[in-house]
């Protein structure tokens, strides 16, 4: 079966800590998101990568940091500078097929921080 | 920064035609336009994408005028399993931290009843 898979579905954190959410895709996209939702709210990008070893700020980069060294995983690192860091996190990948670039994403992890 | 706007809500039976706009005024030349389904707790899923005039595909259609400054998401005979939110995304994907970067809307809560 083909996706992206994110771990862990929950995750708890101290205040302080930085934590690293992880992202695999085995769909063989090179292009993969990450974005970030609370509640209420649509999505937010943080950071996006289009191939391996590159990758680009989105709208809300300011506290986390992303790795692309391979073309399955994009993980996420919230810092501690991160001032709100308690939502849920979604990663996606596309690629352009047929003209559309969907994005698949993944179940999503939910991240609280006390 | 683009801004799209959508109703927060709406109210449908079983067997309706739904329709939900999306406003989106500030959209440029390179942008396209997709729609998302999510569930609660739930990574979006992809519904549909156009990029001008009308869209079609096995669960619904996507008008879009000859400005495009706004878009319109119809689905066919809604069902009970239809209650989601759905988003309205604007932005360039092949360039995604261009002017749109990506921009999600707020989300339509769409409730189907009996």
């Known amino acids: 079966d083909g996706g992206i898979t994110q771990s862990p579905k929950y995750l708890f954190r101290k205040e302080g800590q930085n934590v690293t959410l992880s992202c695999e895709q085995n769909l063989n996209h090179d292009a993969m998101y990450w974005y970030r939702q609370d509640p209420g709210q649509g999505l937010r990008l943080i950071y996006y990568?289009?191939?391996?070893?590159?990758?680009q700020k989105g709208d809300i980069a300011e506290g986390y940091s992303v790795s692309r060294e391979k073309k399955e995983s994009f993980p996420l690192t919230v810092t501690s500078a991160q001032k709100n860091p308690t939502a849920f996190y979604l990663c996606?990948?596309?690629?352009?097929?047929?003209?559309?670039?969907?994005?698949?994403f993944g179940p999503g992890t939910r991240l609280t921080v006390t | 920064l683009a801004k799209t706007t959508q109703p927060i809500s709406m109210d449908s039976y079983e067997g309706q035609e739904v329709n939900i706009t999306c406003s989106h005024n500030n959209i440029a030349t390179n942008d396209y336009i997709t729609w998302y389904q999510q569930f609660p707790s739930q990574g979006p899923r992809f519904i549909i994408q156009?990029?001008?005039t009308k869209v079609t595909n096995e669960v619904a259609s996507l008008f879009i005028p000859a400005d495009r400054k706004s878009s319109t998401l119809s689905l066919p005979r809604v069902s009970l399993s239809d209650t989601a939110v759905y988003y309205c995304l604007v932005g360039d994907m092949a360039d995604p931290g261009g002017g749109n970067k990506l921009t999600f809307g707020t989300g339509t809560q769409l409730k189907v009843e009996l």
């Open positions: 996606a990948s596309s690629t352009p097929e047929a003209g559309t670039y969907e994005q698949y």
């Open positions: 990568s289009q191939i391996v070893n590159d990758f």
């Open positions: 156009g990029y001008k």
